[in-house]
């Protein structure tokens, strides 16, 4: 079945470091990709989304890409701030029954 | 305000004691639906409505139930908790009209302990 893989965590960063969380997943259809961000006792927010191939996602200086040839939407912004330390989920979505089928989740941790 | 609510927020209880986790949505979404979120393995979902009336197992429907009498409300039973269900648990809603289907929003979470 459909599935998604993204790197474990916890990653720890300094502010303004550049981030990377990869994400893979595996589908038969053609699905459209998200985003998630948890923050410390709160629910799950849509961070970004990409609907088809090459689509580039992007909200609060972050960004993905749908690249359908890696089968991969790999989370990046280019100067992380102490706010941004949270639980990022990667997900995508099963149109049949309108499931969201995530990741295990990356913990980002940003250090002052 | 857009939201989805869930109550109660925080709940410990025993063993084989009957218990409503309550959700509701004021968005007028046909779509509802409960994740369990557990450490390592993201989030699952438990079961899904696609409106009134119709309700369908996720992937991790055991010891579970749901009802959906009213579009606003998605309330999720526990007949008979056991441990195994401590968890972590959200109601998420959306609209499947208009092609929004894939625009989830999720409540702030139930944090159940089962002793």
């Known amino acids: 079945g459909d599935s998604v893989t993204q790197m474990e965590g916890p990653v720890t960063l300094s502010e303004e470091a550049f981030l990377t969380i990869n994400c893979t997943y595996t589908a038969t259809g053609y699905p459209s990709l998200f985003w998630y961000v948890q923050y410390p006792g709160e629910g799950l927010q849509l961070l970004l989304k990409a609907t088809k191939a090459d689509d580039k996602g992007s909200n609060k200086g972050f960004e993905a890409t749908y690249r359908k040839e890696t089968t991969s939407f790999h989370l990046e912004k280019g100067s992380v701030q102490v706010s941004d330390s949270a639980v990022y989920f990667c997900?995508?979505?099963?149109?049949?029954?309108?499931?969201?089928?995530f990741g295990s989740g990356t913990r980002l941790l940003v250090r002052p | 305000e857009a939201q989805v609510t869930q109550n109660p927020r925080y709940l410990i209880t025993v063993t084989g004691k009957k218990l409503t986790v309550t959700c509701s949505q004021n968005?007028?979404?046909?779509?509802m639906s409960w994740y369990r979120q557990d450490p390592g393995l993201g989030l699952r979902q438990i079961y899904y409505s696609m409106n009134v009336e119709v309700t369908d197992k996720g992937d991790v429907p055991e010891g579970y139930k749901v009802s959906r009498k009213e579009k606003r409300n998605f309330p999720l039973i526990l007949e008979s908790p056991s441990p195994n269900q401590t968890s972590l648990y959200f109601c998420a809603s959306s609209s499947t009209s208009s092609g929004g289907g894939d625009t989830q929003y999720f409540g702030p979470g139930t944090r159940l302990t089962v002793l």
């Open positions: 997900a995508l979505i099963d149109w049949g029954s309108y499931k969201l089928i």
């Open positions: 968005m007028n979404h046909e779509y």
